[in-house]
């Protein structure tokens, strides 16, 4: 593995179609399980300075505990009011039951 993919938790402690918030390196991620797929984003909502990890989780969308904005967590894109900047989104992949998020 290159030094660019860091180790951030095991799959196994990913609840289901839900969302937990990790560090990688010195970014804090929000880190999304659903239906067997993982997601990454920024953790912080572009709109407020709320964490995502304490929204609520609807299909591939996130809604921001603080103004209801919601972004699609597979690519970070805002999609509605009163969001106008995307959240950032990281590649992922798991190996060996291990989730590896790329930041840079």
Known sequence: MTEDWIDVAAQADLP??????????????????????VFATDNICTHGHA????????????????HQ???????????CAPLTEDVRS????????RVFVQVD
Request: glycine share 10%.
């Open 90 to 97: 990281f590649p992922v992949k798991v190996v060996d039951a």
């Open 69 to 79: 904005g919601r972004f699609d967590v597979r690519t970070g894109k805002a999609m």
């Open 16 to 37: 289901a179609n839900d969302v937990i918030a990790v560090t990688a390196g010195a970014r804090e991620i929000a880190l999304y399980s659903i239906d067997g797929e």
């Open 51 to 66: 964490r995502l990890c304490d929204g609520f989780l609807e299909g591939n969308e996130i809604e921001c505990p603080l």
